[in-house]
């Protein structure tokens, strides 16, 4: 069994940053796209940032320039640095990582359970 912990939300100020980690544990043989979705009320879960195994990376156009998503390999982590934020950054952040238990195994999406980040003065 994979789980995922997300850690590092909270309440911020409007320019105030903010780290997101989400670490993967259980029976991990391989790991693939890494990445970090949102939730608002009302609206869709959204891509805020992708990163696949080669390094490369993708971002919403409403996050491009001020958040970095990385990931170690070694520790099955990925992280979102978040700067800059905004009032509409506020949403609930999932990661979601593709991995493959063992190496006869399928790859499956995994999701973490969801960390609030409200940005507020």
């Known amino acids: 069994q994979v789980q995922l912990v997300e850690s590092g939300g909270g309440l911020v100020q409007p320019g105030g940053s903010l780290r997101l980690s989400c670490a993967a544990s259980g029976s991990i043989f391989s790991s693939n796209t890494m990445g970090w979705y949102r939730q608002a009320p009302g609206n869709q879960r959204e891509l805020v940032a992708g990163m696949i195994s080669n390094g490369n990376t993708n971002y919403a156009d409403s996050v491009k320039g001020r958040f970095t998503i990385s990931r170690d390999n070694a520790k099955n982590t990925v992280y979102l640095q978040m700067n800059s934020l905004k009032s509409e950054d506020t949403a609930v952040y999932y990661c979601?990582?593709?991995?493959?238990?063992?190496?006869?195994?399928?790859?499956?999406?995994?999701w973490g359970q969801g960390t609030q980040v409200t940005v507020s003065s």
């Open positions: 979601n990582m593709d991995i493959k238990p063992s190496y006869n195994s399928r790859w499956y999406g995994y």
